[in-house]
């Protein structure tokens, strides 16, 4: 495809629901991160993949985040239990090399109700 | 911890007004320095990277440049398409930390 595509664009969901948020990177890109953005502040790391290898989890806020990448391409972030601080925007991006300048989706705008 | 702050929080200006974005950062041995552009429901769009000070860079109407502490994103005579929000973010620390940490970001408002 022509970028990262994300899916799907808006998601509205119950407190405690489990939601799963997909990432298709740019094919062939090796490195995949997702970040949080919250309303009016810059990006923060949650997590990322060098291939399928989860290489960095440092920024995943509690263990009810989880992501995968299982065969290196797609990646899908999973959040159980939501809770209203969950709410945000959850941008994906994928480098073609490691230490590239990322390409971002246009994320997922998660809010729990 | 790697920190940085971006100022102002937000700056309006009009057509062919000429200003400076600031980002300033406390990093541990930093390895780049990115600039992004993001527009209202979108991801951020990659501008510009900076490794080492003195370095500039230039594309269009902006300008980027380095020193020890801070960083600078010069617009010369910005058009109302300049409008966006301008996200600084660095890459420091042991070679094989990837993440970027990024400003909370400048919205620039450009009046025609």
């Known amino acids: 495809g022509a970028g990262v595509s994300q899916s799907p664009r808006y998601k509205v969901a119950k407190r405690g629901q489990d939601v799963a948020l997909r990432c298709d990177p740019i094919?062939?890109?090796?490195?995949l991160f997702w970040y949080q953005q919250a309303l009016g502040q810059g990006p923060e790391f949650l997590t990322y993949?060098?291939?399928?290898?989860?290489?960095?989890k440092s920024g995943l806020p509690s263990d009810r985040f989880f992501a995968e990448r299982p065969e290196g391409s797609v990646s899908t972030l999973k959040i159980q239990r939501t809770q209203q601080e969950d709410s945000a925007v959850y941008l994906c991006?994928?480098?073609?090399?490691?230490?590239?300048?990322?390409?971002f989706g246009n994320g997922t705008r998660l809010t729990v109700t | 911890e790697d920190q940085v702050t971006q100022s102002p929080e937000a700056l309006r200006l009009q057509e062919g007004e000429s200003s400076s974005l600031n980002c300033s950062y406390t990093?541990?041995?930093?390895?780049?320095l990115f600039w992004y552009r993001q527009d209202p429901g979108k991801g951020p769009e990659f501008l510009f990277t900076?490794?080492?000070a003195g370095e500039e860079k230039e594309k269009e109407r902006l300008k980027a440049t380095l020193t020890k502490k801070e960083s600078f994103l010069h617009i010369t005579a910005p058009k109302p398409e300049d409008s966006a929000t301008y996200l600084c973010?660095?890459?420091?620390?042991?070679?094989?930390?990837?993440?970027?940490?990024f400003g909370q970001g400048t919205r620039l408002t450009i009046n025609p």
């Open positions: 991006a994928s480098s073609l090399i490691t230490g590239g300048f990322l390409h």
């Open positions: 094919s062939g890109h090796v490195s």
């Open positions: 993949f060098q291939n399928e290898a989860q290489l960095d």
């Open positions: 990093v541990s041995g930093l390895r780049g």
């Open positions: 900076l490794y080492s």
């Open positions: 973010a660095v890459q420091a620390g042991i070679q094989g930390a990837q993440k970027l940490v």
